[in-house]
């Protein structure tokens, strides 16, 4: 193994290091707490190691928000392809969605909630954040009919979103969210006729 390998290994390293520990952080005690100061102390390098990664907090959340997508996706994709049947697929899809969300509240504000400097719905999007979104196009364009896919798929995110946003926050009661996936199932598969 040559020099530079092993220095471009370390690297990875150190930067995982320091995505983990911030993930860690954000879920136990929430994104203020995230500093550099205190992810320098958690993984034992000095702040200025942490500046030759990332230019400071936002571009921490950001590779976490990127994580969180790729693990996002993955949930999707499980749920969709474990389901018989497209609205099986698209049930499984919402209630993999959500639970994420409610699961992962401060890696899905990393993703959703907080600014990032990540590029959205365009081909510079990171990979994870267009698999996360295939997901969801895969769920959805089978129930598509004369629908533009792509624009069915963006207003069953919006809704996805602001059920687990809204649930999350106490505006909706929680016992009536499975409901609440059942009537909008219902209106995305055609069955509210």
């Known amino acids: 193994m040559s020099i530079q390998t092993r220095r471009e290994r370390e ?3 150190r930067e995982r290091l320091i995505v983990n520990a911030a993930r860690e952080l954000a879920e ?3 994104w203020d707490a995230v ?3 205190r992810l320098a102390a958690e993984i034992e390098y000095s702040q ?3 500046y030759t990664h990332f230019k400071g907090k936002d571009a921490i959340m950001a590779a976490v928000a990127v994580e969180g997508f790729a693990d996002m996706a993955a949930r999707l994709r499980a749920a969709r392809t474990a389901a018989d049947g497209p609205r099986a697929a698209l049930t499984a899809v919402a209630a993999a969605y959500t639970d994420f969300a409610r699961e992962r509240p401060a890696l899905y504000d990393a993703m959703f909630t907080h600014a990032v400097d990540l590029p959205f719905a365009t081909p510079d999007a990171p990979a994870a954040l267009h698999a996360a979104f295939g997901e969801l196009l895969h769920a959805v364009q ?3 009919a004369d629908d533009d896919p792509g624009i069915l798929t963006e207003t069953f995110w919006a809704a996805l979103h602001g059920l687990a946003t809204l649930t999350r926050s106490a505006r909706l009661p929680p016992d009536l969210h499975a409901h609440r996936l059942t009537l909008l199932i219902a209106h995305f598969a055609g069955e509210s006729d």
């Open 11 to 13: 690297r990875a390293e």
């Open 28 to 30: 136990t005690e929430g």
């Open 35 to 37: 500093t550099t100061r």
């Open 48 to 50: 200025p190691v942490l």
């Open 142 to 144: 089978p129930l598509a």
